[in-house]
């Protein structure tokens, strides 16, 4: 597989550390509200590539972090009167429910902040023993940027141009506008741990360098995240975790595109900031999904209920083919017409190609459709494909389908007892020229969102 390093900016063999073994750590969310649409898109891309790693034969080890105590995490418990671990393990079940929703898989390991305290006040001890950090005067522990010559290389930028745009904020006391915190001295009503700087809680950077060091070890094969994280969390966890451990930090940085709404930036102001969760319970979680992977990860997304509908027609299109395959090997004969099992060939040939190259799921999402085509020429045609060929071609749909998290809701299209005792009355109804009959009980199916299909081999029940 290729994948496209921000570091070097240009497509890289996949070489791990380990021969096929895959160490990733996916940045996770700060858990104080539920995940609006941009935190989706990454959830559901690196999703897609664990999968895929694990398709192509990899074992994978998958590490993504919940920031579980945060600045907006205390405000918002102070908002509320709550604690700061209620707000976060209230958000963190949140979370769940809409990655579940996503079909995104559970993580190998899904390590909280306030769980790796001690790993954290380690690797921060480590790096002032060794100069490259400094406790100041009021607590703080910060990084000394300007001591880490390769500070910068990760987005691309010199140390001068990004000491240019730094600022001291109130409260900090640096020696350098570039330093960025490694340890926060807790302010009055905060909560705190205690350590040998102060009594206090980590910076955002230093979380996951010691996470992933103490899940993954001091060098791992992938990280990845949203583009917005570049600069500075990405370019600052490199900086302490290659100073603490004299290594690389992680081999090959994926970074996915950003999401305008309605071509414009997402913004609470603009009046266009959606929530999972609000999006799911108009459109179902399935087209969100699509939609994040529809594209090539590296592109940006334009979201639009346009954009959005149009995934909800192309599942549609989808779950229809996988139906019509059902149905017709309910009545296939073991030999007949072979041309599927040669689509289902090629199509596995363009969708592997497509995703070793970069994880460019669009084209991928493309070979699957063009299946799709030809499953249902093949099933509608004169010449009827032999159960073979049938066979095959399910098995493809649903190994491809399932590298993207797509068509997981088949299980949902199963028909139970009272609905084909319906389907049964009706054809009886049909028989006896009972054409009123019949006509009210497709009606009351396509209430309950059935629909039928009346073929020369049977009537075909299909479940919106």
């Known amino acids: 597989m290729k994948i496209f390093n921000t570091l070097t900016r240009q497509k890289e063999e996949l070489v791990p550390i380990e021969p096929g073994k895959v160490k990733i750590y996916a940045c996770g969310p700060t858990v104080y509200n539920y995940i609006h649409i941009g935190n989706a898109r990454p959830i559901c891309v690196f999703d897609t590539l664990r999968r895929y790693l694990e398709y192509a034969g990899y074992q994978v080890t998958f590490v993504q972090n919940f920031t579980d105590i945060d600045d907006k995490i205390i405000k918002k418990a102070g908002e509320e009167g709550k604690t700061f671990a209620e707000i976060s393990e209230r958000y963190i079940a949140e979370y769940k429910t809409d990655a579940t929703g996503l079909n995104v898989r559970e993580a190998t390991y899904h390590p909280k902040a306030t769980e790796n305290i001690q790993n954290i006040i380690d690797l921060v001890s480590a790096?002032?023993?060794?100069?490259?950090?400094?406790?100041?005067?009021?607590?703080?522990?910060?990084?000394?940027?300007?001591?880490?010559?390769?500070?910068?290389?990760?987005?691309h930028q010199p140390l001068e141009d990004l000491e240019a745009g730094a600022r001291i904020s109130v409260g900090e006391i640096k020696e350098d506008p570039v330093d960025f915190a490694l340890w926060k001295a807790a302010k009055e009503g905060e909560p705190y741990w205690e350590s040998p700087f102060s009594n206090g809680r980590p910076g955002w950077h230093i979380e996951c360098s010691a996470m992933a060091k103490n899940y993954l070890g001091d060098t791992i094969d992938i990280h990845c995240g949203g583009q917005d994280l570049i600069f500075p969390h990405h370019e600052n966890e490199i900086a302490q975790s290659e100073c603490a451990n004299g290594c690389d930090f992680a081999h090959y940085w994926m970074h996915n595109g950003y999401i305008n709404i309605d071509n414009r930036k997402m913004s609470k102001s603009l009046g266009n900031f959606f929530t999972v969760r609000e999006i799911a319970e108009v459109y179902g979680y399935e087209p969100i999904r699509f939609m994040m992977i529809a594209?090539?990860?590296?592109?940006?997304?334009?979201?639009?209920?346009?954009?959005?509908?149009?995934?909800?027609?192309?599942?549609?299109?989808?779950?229809?083919?996988?139906?019509?395959?059902?149905?017709?090997?309910q009545t296939a004969a073991d030999s007949g017409d072979e041309s599927l099992t040669h689509s289902a060939a090629a199509t596995k040939e363009k969708f592997d190609?497509?995703?070793?190259?970069?994880?460019?799921?669009?084209?991928?999402i493309g070979a699957i459709f063009e299946l799709v085509k030809d499953i249902n020429m093949a099933v509608n045609g004169a010449q009827k494909p032999s159960r073979p060929s049938l066979?095959?071609?399910?098995?493809?749909?649903?190994a491809l389908t399932d590298v993207l998290g797509l068509c997981y809701?088949?299980?949902?299209?199963?028909?139970?007892?009272?609905?084909?005792?319906?389907?049964?009355?009706?054809?009886?109804?049909?028989?006896?020229?009972?054409?009123?009959?019949?006509?009210?009980?497709?009606?009351?199916?396509?209430?309950?969102?059935?629909?039928?299909?009346?073929?020369?081999?049977?009537?075909?029940?299909?479940?919106?």
């Open 295 to 329: 594209a090539h990860y590296r592109s940006p997304i334009n979201y639009s209920q346009e954009v959005i509908q149009q995934s909800v027609s192309a599942l549609q299109r989808l779950y229809n083919c996988r139906d019509e395959l059902d149905f017709a090997l």
């Open 409 to 464: 809701n088949r299980q949902k299209n199963e028909v139970d007892d009272d609905i084909e005792a319906l389907v049964e009355k009706r054809q009886q109804a049909r028989k006896d020229r009972d054409f009123a009959t019949a006509d009210a009980i497709r009606d009351q199916l396509a209430a309950m969102g059935i629909t039928l299909k009346d073929t020369a081999d049977g009537v075909q029940i299909i479940r919106k």
């Open 353 to 364: 190609a497509a995703m070793a190259d970069d994880l460019n799921t669009a084209d991928a």
């Open 127 to 155: 790096l002032i023993e060794k100069g490259y950090a400094y406790v100041a005067s009021n607590g703080d522990v910060y990084f000394r940027a300007q001591k880490f010559a390769e500070y910068g290389k990760l987005s």
């Open 391 to 398: 066979e095959r071609a399910a098995e493809t749909f649903d």
